[in-house]
């Protein structure tokens, strides 16, 4: 094969490109924690964030093998405090009752559950928590994040400034 001046002139660019996109694919991979493997958290180790309408704990936030991320924490709310106002995101969450008697937002309505209970909220549809009793509430939120999920979060927000 004859090696031309026109392959050339096409070659080095090409490699130059592909060599800029594997440092940056690089530097993304530095970038991402680490996916996260089987694991036991004590609830005795947890960091608790104490605040004026109770207390949290983060749990975990990080890939998996099979999401960009799952999330947990564990919240108290005290009597009649309200966690956030209604909202929603693209996410979805279980949200599970360890002790005490929530009202929940769920597809337009509020609901009270205890102890046990299991609260689904989907996607994109507004959602609230509340603390209906007299007692404080705790509850353990899971949330996870689909592949290409975080992605999509990000480019959103994006738009939106």
């Keep these: 094969m004859k090696f ?5 002139v096409l070659l080095v660019p090409l490699c130059l490109a592909f060599g800029l996109f594997a440092l940056a694919q690089d530097s993304d991979d530095r970038a991402r924690p680490a996916i996260m493997g089987s694991t036991i958290f004590d609830w005795t180790l947890l960091p608790v964030k104490v605040s004026e309408k109770g207390e949290s704990r983060r749990v ?13 924490h564990v919240t108290t709310l005290n ?11 693209p996410d979805e969450e279980l949200i599970i009752v ?6 929940s937002l ?3 309505e509020l609901k009270i559950v205890g102890p046990g209970s299991v609260i689904f ?3 994109n549809q507004m959602h609230s928590i509340r603390n209906a009793g007299d007692t404080p509430a705790t509850y353990h939120v899971i949330k996870w994040n689909s592949p290409g999920m975080l992605s999509l979060k ?7 400034k």
């Design 106 to 108: 769920v597809n337009g």
């Design 60 to 72: 975990l936030r990080a890939p998996t093998a099979t999401l960009d991320e799952l999330e947990c």
């Design 154 to 160: 990000k480019a959103a927000k994006k738009m939106q």
């Design 121 to 123: 909220q989907a996607a």
């Design 98 to 103: 360890k002790e005490g008697t929530v009202e």
């Design 79 to 89: 009597p009649g405090q309200e966690a956030h106002p209604p909202h929603q995101h």
């Design 4 to 8: 031309n001046r026109s392959f050339a």
